[in-house]
């Protein structure tokens, strides 16, 4: 019998022109190209001469290359995090130009925005957003903790119905 796709650790290409075996060189690219440019796990197959169904089962069977499939992305989001902070803290020089066009000097441009997302991200008991949903019911107002699931919501305004029902009733 024919060895298949699983036990044979080859998979068909791209092009379905026949197995590619995802080997060292091949990860290696993989991984070089998610450490540069993050979860574009589709365009790092590419690079790396495989399918991107190919690279995905290894991903998912494969413990040592998910764990460094996982220091690779983690790897990339320091390198945004990085960027981030030097773009708030840091700024980023631009240069000024007169109205014909020639640079005349420049100036140091900070991000309000990575600031407040930074701040948002190392400190959230502080800085994060806080919502309130009030919904106008007979009786009060509902207050839904952003927290809850979608299963625990959708309990909660079950239980409103009834609670508005069994008011209804009672009038």
Known sequence: MAASYKTSGKFPDAKGSGPV???DKA?????NFIRTNGRYMR???DAAGVNQSTARHYILNDPEFAEQFDLALETFNHQMERAA?????EGKEEDIVNKDGEIVGTKTVYSDRLMVELLKSNHPEKFRETKQLDINVKGGV???EPQKSSTELEGDLSQLSR???EMIEGD
């Not at 902070?85 to 803290?89: D, L, N, S, T």
Request: without cysteine; aromatic residues 14%; neutral net charge.
């Open 21 to 23: 075996k995802f080997d």
């Open 27 to 31: 990860r290696e690219r993989y991984l």
């Open 43 to 45: 365009l790092a197959a």
């Open 85 to 89: 902070w030097e773009r708030a803290v």
């Open 142 to 144: 509902l207050l839904i």
């Open 163 to 165: 609670d508005q029902a």
